[in-house]
């Protein structure tokens, strides 16, 4: 848990732009959520990967330079996403983690103090910054695809992988957790089905390659993924 410091840190509210932020084209003709990426959808279980993530036994396979994972709260992002890195040999960045890094608060603080509007703005920044950079396997905040800005550079960057559970799923996995203010409701489970509504289609249209985690752990979930980009490549 973040030590709390005093609003002062927090004082530089606008968030930069940045070059990337700037960028308007989009490599892959991406365009919001209107034009949704045919992305493939793996249910299957694996079964040809090495057991040893350790091993990075992924031998002249084409790897995308980036992969930015999205999904909702309670997906895995985080877990899977240093999981994957270490495996195929990449950095992890967790956008959340950087932001907090960066201001020296919590989320819930930043919540607190800027309100979802202020936290957006800085989430965008730090979006658009890490979404620059090479050779990393990155975790986002489960409201980042909110932004049209946002998806673009998640879309232009690198090869996107939505993380999907199901609502109650993920209800049960962020019930307990009191550090997701989005989900500080009178009625969390219903104010789940609410967020999805909304967020599932975006995080469909950004996405490459959409992975069922089911209740699966997070390294069965990785081997989706390797297994899926391999297949991708060959
Ligand atoms: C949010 C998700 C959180 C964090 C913030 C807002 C959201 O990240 O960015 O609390 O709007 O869904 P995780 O998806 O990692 O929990």
Redesign the pocket.
Same mark, same amino acid.
């Given at each position: 848990m973040l030590r709390r410091t005093p609003p002062l840190l927090l004082r530089s509210a606008r968030a930069p732009r940045t070059p990337g932020a700037a960028r308007t084209a989009d490599r892959a003709g991406r365009q919001g959520t209107g034009d949704r990426r045919r992305a493939l959808v793996l249910r299957a279980a694996p079964r040809h990967l090495p057991a040893d993530p350790a091993s990075r036994n992924t031998p002249g396979m084409d790897v995308p330079e980036n992969i930015f994972l999205v999904g %909702? #709260? *309670?997906?895995g992002?985080?877990t899977v996403g240093q999981h994957l890195a270490d495996v195929l040999g990449k950095a992890f960045l967790d956008?959340?983690r950087v932001l907090e890094e960066r201001t020296g608060v919590d989320?819930p603080y930043i %919540?607190d103090i800027e309100g979802e509007e202020g %936290?957006r703005r800085r989430?965008a920044a730090v979006v658009h910054e890490l979404t620059e950079k090479r050779g990393i396997v990155l /975790?986002t *905040? *489960? *409201? /980042?695809v909110g932004s049209p800005e946002n998806r673009r550079a998640l879309a232009t960057n690198g090869f996107v992988v939505y993380l999907h559970a199901s609502a109650e799923l993920l209800y049960q996995r962020t019930s307990r957790d009191r550090g997701?203010? #989005?989900l500080h409701a009178e009625d969390p489970r219903a104010r789940i089905d609410e967020?999805l509504a909304v967020r599932d289609p975006l995080y469909r249209a950004v996405a490459d390659l959409v992975i069922e985690t089911g209740r699966r752990g997070s390294r069965r979930v990785v081997h989706d993924v390797v297994r899926a980009i391999a297949e991708r490549a060959a």
């Open positions: %909702f #709260m *309670g997906s992002k985080s956008c959340d989320i %919540f %936290f989430e /975790a *905040g *489960g *409201g /980042a997701r203010p #989005m967020l």
